[in-house]
């Protein structure tokens, strides 16, 4: 069967977003500094339609990352933005602009009904409100055969990290402290939830932690 | 001029304890999980007075982080009990037995005054009330030319880390989730307090995280 593959930037005191997060600063203050390590590569600046870049040991981990992948979960956060703004007459696209990074479905979770949202590139945002099995088995449909990204934010990974359904988790742990903002592991109890951890890639700049079922 | 040197163990979410401690229990529920990794090593045993054991990747870490100690700082929660014990006929000795494996001066942070306590192997406690700055001048004095270790807990650790005096610092992060405890980098804002990643060693049971001054 397809996995679940978590993975996501953690500070070295458990944030994956800054405090006050908003429209203008999404990832919270101080929160850029989890991804600092990958804005210069190379893989990451074609995703997003830029030249140049560099090649180093961080870039096999973020291929590893999107390969295999049919579809991405993500929070209501992670897509972005409040739900008062869809009500408008241009509906929020959320942070991804008009041409997202996934080229494939993305299943958005929320509590709020709307239409899929189809946009550039092969990337469709779909929101379900049937909760996280309900997602992840649309997900699962759509990857057809591959497997499925569960993008983050926190809220989303722990209820997907609780019920048992994660099968795999990088963290890349940023050498940085936040001091507060949104934690990743919050609430979810003391056990790691069927994850052992598997592998290390251990860079100047970033240490990603590999966890798989046992 | 002799470095100050924290070295300590952390779960995934940050906890270098779990909840509850007390006497039958110091490290708090689920706490010993941070520290499996130590005590099957032939080096961890030897210096606990037992035979056996194994060698791995994790011996010459254990090894760098007690090499050219020439004395140690700790909390009064790592010394071991709570001050009413203090006050009793016989008085308490702390978690660390009749011969204690540190075998040089400690210098214990805390608000009781009270005599040194020398024990056997070369250990003596020496309690301080004068707070971290005296305690730290007392150390290096002791510690004759060689480094002081800060041997924690998290509130100690914290005072350290935001006055800017720890140089080096080895984070045993073990790959497991404890929920709730006491947590290492609570309270000391989000900066790094002009420490840098320097060195990661990972292995199965545990990654090495070490920083140090700029």
């Known amino acids: ?25 999404p990832l919270g203050i101080g929160g850029m500094r989890l991804h600092e390590w990958v804005f210069p590569l190379a893989v990451f600046r074609t995703m997003h339609g830029m030249e140049g870049g560099i090649v180093n040991e961080n870039t096999a981990v973020i291929k590893e990352s999107f390969a295999n992948i049919g579809a991405t979960i993500m929070g209501r956060n992670m897509f972005g933005g409040h739900p008062g703004a869809w009500n408008q007459e241009k509906p929020w696209n959320g942070w991804w602009g008009d041409n997202p990074p996934f080229h494939h479905p993305v299943f958005v979770l929320t509590h709020h009904a709307r239409e899929p949202l189809i946009l550039e590139g092969g990337t469709t945002f779909t929101f379900v409100t049937g909760g996280i ?30 019920a048992g359904l994660v099968d795999e988790m990088l963290i890349s742990l940023a050498p940085t402290l936040l ?7 919050d609430g979810i109890g003391d056990d790691m939830h069927g994850l052992t951890l598997v592998r290390t890639i251990a860079t100047p700049e970033v240490v990603h932690l590999k966890f798989a079922k046992h």
Chains 1, 2 share one sequence.
């Open 133 to 162: 099995n309900a997602a992840l088995e649309q997900a699962r449909s759509a990857a057809a055969g591959k497997d499925v990204a569960l993008g983050g934010g926190a809220h989303a990974a722990q209820q997907y990290l609780a």
């Open 179 to 185: 001091g507060s903002g949104e934690r990743l592991f």
């Open 1 to 25: 069967m397809s996995k679940l593959r978590f993975r996501i930037s953690m500070s070295l005191d458990g944030y994956v977003a800054g405090p006050n997060q908003s429209v203008d600063n």
